[in-house]
């Protein structure tokens, strides 16, 4: 953890001013700048971590299982995932279910880094307050593409 000097802590307190157009307390000043080495602390950490990802998929370009011991979430359909049920390329961490359909095709890999280029069907429900059989019905008249996961991956073959 960052050591914090006394000027550090002044000159976040004159930033803040600026920015805010008020004074803090020097309470409130160190807080807020420890808080502020932390987020720097954090994002140098996950920076690091990055371009060592980055670097080993270079060696391994196709992909990679990550390390064991942490838990990590699918950029796709966001179930917690460790060890041996992850893979990471270059388009980032996912379960080996949804990296079965981008490499199947049941998905476009653009689904990993577009969030906003596909909706699941428990959104438009949520959301929309579209009941699941008029989903079921724009999909039979292809007013929406399903794209289904789970039919398109033989269980069998992840294991």
Same mark, same amino acid.
């Given at each position: ?16 001013? %600026?920015?805010?157009? %008020? ?30 990802? %980055? ?105």
């Amino acid at each position: 953890m960052v050591q914090l000097k006394p000027e550090q802590v002044e000159e976040f307190k004159r930033i803040y001013k %600026k920015a805010h157009g %008020k004074e803090l307390t020097d309470e409130e000043a160190w807080e807020g700048a420890r808080s502020l080495a932390r987020l720097a602390e954090i994002a140098f950490d996950a920076y690091v971590e990055d371009t060592r990802r %980055k670097q080993r998929l270079e060696k391994e370009p196709k992909g990679y299982h990550l390390e064991e011991g942490r838990t990590y979430t699918c950029c796709i359909c966001h179930d917690s995932i460790s060890g041996q049920q992850t893979w990471y390329d270059k388009s980032g961490i996912k379960c080996l279910l949804c990296q079965r359909a981008i490499d199947r095709r049941v998905i476009p890999r653009s689904a990993c880094t577009n969030r906003d280029s596909w909706v699941p069907a428990w959104m438009i429900t949520r959301d929309l307050h579209i009941h699941t059989s008029t989903i079921q019905k724009y999909i039979r008249t292809g007013e929406l593409k399903a794209r289904n996961i789970l039919e398109a991956v033989n269980y069998e073959t992840l294991h």
